[in-house]
Structure formats: C-alpha cells, structure tokens
C-alpha cells in the first residue's frame, strides 16, 4: 500500500472510531451507574421494640452457671418502606436485663434523622446517652445496617468489599453436662460441624473432654469462661488440651488477672483468645500482649461499627481475631457473619440452640458459614 492510500485508510479508520466513541455514553449518562438515594417527602425513622424470650433446645451450662431460657429484646426500624432488624440477647453475666435494655430504647429518638446512611452520626448520637447498654446500643447498630443495605439493595459482605467463600467453619458448642449426653450431642453435631466446642474451667474438665473423644475425633476449641485458678494448673491442663486435639483456648481465667493470663500465652502451646476481658475497642488496646487473640462479639462492644474498628485494630497489632456470639435469633448471628470473611476463628451458633427463632439468615453448610445474597443483613422473617 502507498503512504499515500495508507494515511487515508488511517484517517477513515480514526474518522469511524471517532463517531463510534461518540455514540458510547459514559457511566453516569447510560444509566448504569446507581442513582442517589431519595426518601420520599420528609421521611424519619421509627425505632419500635418488643420482648421476646429464646428457648433453649438444651440446659445450656458453664463453668459457673446453667440456663434454659435467655431473655432477648427484638427490635426494627422503619423507613420510608424499608425495615432494619436488630436484637438485644442478655445472657446473666453482662448484667443486663429486658427492663434495661427497654429503658434505654425508650430514651432514643431516631426521627430526628432523615439519612440512613449516616451510621456514624446516628450511633454517635446512640452511644452518647449512656456509657454501658451495649446490648441495646448492638439492637439499634444491628437494625440501622440491615436497614442501610436494604435502601442499597445489597448484602453487607458485598458492601464492604468482603469475599463469602472465604467465611470459617464456626464452632457449635457441646454444654457442660454428664457424659452420656454429652456423648449424644457430640454424635449429633458431628455430621453437620467441622469443629466443636467445649466448655471447660471445672474438676470434671478432663472427663468432659473424654466424653467427646470418645465418640468424636473432630478439632476442638475450649472455652474457660474464666474458671482456672492458678495458672500453671491452667498451663498443665493446656497441655494436655493440645494432645487431645484442642485448637485454642479462651479466657482461661479472670479477666482482671492479665498478668498471670499472659504468662500463659507465653508458654502455651495453643492460642490463648480473650473474651470477657474484651468488651469493645478500648479494652482490646489494654490486652494486648496478654491474649494472642480476641474474641468479638457484638452484644458486649455495641454493634457491627465497634466490632469493625476491633477487627482492623487487632489485625494491624497481629493478634488473631474471633467472631462469637450469645444466645442470639438468626438476627444478630447474621450480623456477626457478616465479618466473618477472613476471621482466624468462629463461634456463631447462638441461633442453632434455640427453638423459637424469628428468622432464616445465615447457613451452616458442611460446618462452614454461608452467607446469602439478599439484601442487608440477609433475613427472612419465619
């Protein structure tokens, strides 16, 4: 081809993409892009609350206490159509009760807030009424981000960038109790778990680890709720967890005795993870070189925003983070897994203990955390 005839073929080519370039509308003109959200008229939050007691499956018990029931407070937040669920879950160590968690809802006045998005303002607001009421703060946090990705028509794993396949197998808690059922719980949460977990920090430790073994060769996690004594007992008894085939250990004894706590961390062969001893940011900032990890749970830091600024925190300090639970409906387990991608541990079955849950939510496949794809939380009502 000439120069001549080729500088014409170039110029037509160049010519055409031009017009074609033309004719291709950018991302905020071909509609693609998402559309600011608008509530219609003068649209304001509705807060609104109702008791609800959860009914254990089984007599739930520790190293210093035993229940069959949990109290429990549902809450929503409606707006402009939407309606974010959230809950308040009071097992009897936080101390906290159905009145007092009542009481301080009936203090917080969301109308006066017309954007749903502003999280920050609005727990802001939350949180400055009192310096405790986590768990009804955690109601209120819990609803406001179902509500958030409700409006945005999304889940919040994909909100935050977060990867569903990457979410851990969670633990399902064997209660204290005599060996044969024990026996008979373990056989029954061994088909469906990957890892289980039990309650330790009594006399009996060795024979309720025993009990399992005997009928399970599963991985175990142990949790001391605070109940070891004297420390190198605890640390021999570590010891011997690890030959069991225990994983980790959590709050092995009393969450004032960080000294003696990080003594054996030093020394252990397995993960020590905080749990009483870590209620919210704060205090994650004092443990550190006391655990090798914590354990998040929204009910004791006050809602998804805390436990997020626990989890960066902790990562950036190389502690080993955990997700658990109390007693809780597939509301605020939901909420929990939500986090769950990338978490080291997790202990989200409060939902699997109880008969009278109010939602379907998150799934326990093969032992594994499976997230869904509706939006917000991911609930649906039952």
Avoid at 26 to 32: N, Q
Avoid at 105 to 110: D, Q, R, Y
Avoid at 148 to 159: S, T
Avoid at 230 to 249: H, N, S, T
Wanted: hydrophobic share 40%; charged share 25%; net charge negative.
């Amino acid at each position: 081809m000439k120069r001549r005839d080729f500088l014409k073929t170039s110029a037509a080519i160049a010519a055409g993409a031009a017009v074609v370039s033309c004719g291709i509308k950018s991302g905020s003109e071909s509609g693609k892009a998402p559309l600011p959200y608008t509530p219609s008229g003068n649209a304001k939050m509705k807060l609104s609350w109702q008791p609800y007691e959860l009914q254990l499956a089984h007599t739930f018990t520790v190293a210093t206490y035993s229940r069959t029931t949990t109290p429990d407070v549902q809450v929503q937040i409606d707006f402009d159509g939407f309606t974010g669920y959230g809950e308040a879950s009071m097992p009897q160590y936080l101390g906290h009760t159905v009145e007092s968690v009542c009481a301080f809802l009936g203090k917080v006045n969301l109308e006066q807030f017309s954007d749903p998005f502003a999280l920050e303002d609005i727990m802001e607001y939350v949180n400055g009424l009192s310096e405790g009421d986590s768990p009804a703060k955690a109601a209120i946090d819990i609803a406001l981000h179902d509500l958030y990705g409700k409006v945005l028509g999304q889940p919040l794993w994909r909100i935050w960038g977060l990867n569903p396949s990457k979410t851990p197998n969670t633990t399902f808690t064997i209660g204290i109790d005599t060996p044969e059922v024990m026996k008979a719980k373990t056989l029954e949460a061994a088909d469906r778990f990957k890892i289980l977990k039990v309650k330790v920090g009594r006399p009996d430790d060795k024979e309720m680890i025993g009990a399992v073994r005997s009928v399970s060769n599963l991985p175990l996690a142990v949790d001391a709720n605070q109940g070891w004594a004297d420390r190198q007992q605890a640390l021999d008894e570590i010891f011997w967890l690890k030959d069991q085939g225990v994983v980790m250990v959590e709050q092995p004894m009393s969450k004032d005795r960080l000294d003696d706590i990080a003594w054996i961390s030093e020394r252990s062969p397995l993960p020590i993870f905080a749990d009483e001893s870590v209620q919210g940011l704060e205090d994650v900032k004092k443990v550190k070189g006391a655990f090798t990890g914590i354990n998040i749970k929204l009910m004791k830091c006050g809602g998804l925003l805390e436990a997020r600024k626990m989890l960066t925190y902790a990562r950036a300090e190389g502690l080993k983070t955990m997700l658990g639970c109390m007693t809780e409906t597939s509301c605020a387990v939901t909420a929990a897994a939500q986090l769950s991608p990338g978490v080291d541990f997790a202990d989200l079955d409060g939902n699997l203990l109880i008969t009278n849950d109010r939602f379907e939510g998150m799934q326990v496949v093969e032992g594994k955390i499976t997230l869904t794809n509706r939006p917000g939380l991911g609930l649906k009502l039952i």
